[in-house]
């Protein structure tokens, strides 16, 4: 599986941007998928998690309220809608995938299976 992240850019505080994560392969219904971030001097941040069928997300604390994950399985691609834009939430996103059962629910550990490169969100005061 190959993860391709886009849609980073630079953007005032309170303005929004929306990342996606476009998935290679023929079985993006069968992972959970999640987007994580890091700032420099940070550790990886969980942000938002999705199960296979996008009926369930998780979020961590920091963001609830002001992101929303979803996902198009027809088109392989998950996105991350980001609004109300902080300077903190300023970090690499990075989207990832996990092979996962069809009842589970979305992941917010950090045990994924695949990686994408990484989009740059930088967020001005």
């Known amino acids: 599986v190959q993860l391709q992240a886009s849609g980073g850019g630079l953007v005032q505080a309170g303005g929004s941007l929306r990342l996606s994560c476009a998935s290679s392969?023929?079985?993006?219904?069968?992972?959970?998928m999640g987007w994580f971030r890091q700032a420099p001097g940070k550790e990886r941040e969980f942000v938002a998690g999705?199960?296979?069928?996008?009926?369930?997300?998780n979020y961590g604390d920091s963001v609830k309220g002001r992101f929303t994950i979803s996902r198009d399985n027809a088109r392989n691609t998950v996105y991350l809608e980001m609004n109300s834009l902080k300077p903190e939430d300023t970090a690499i996103y990075y989207c990832?995938?996990?092979?996962?059962?069809?009842?589970?629910?979305?992941?917010?550990?950090?045990?994924?299976?695949?990686w994408g490169q990484g989009t740059q969100v930088t967020v001005s005061s």
């Open positions: 990832a995938a996990k092979r996962v059962i069809q009842s589970s629910g979305p992941i917010s550990s950090h045990d994924y299976d695949y």
């Open positions: 392969g023929r079985t993006f219904s069968m992972y959970a």
């Open positions: 999705i199960s296979r069928g996008g009926g369930r997300a």
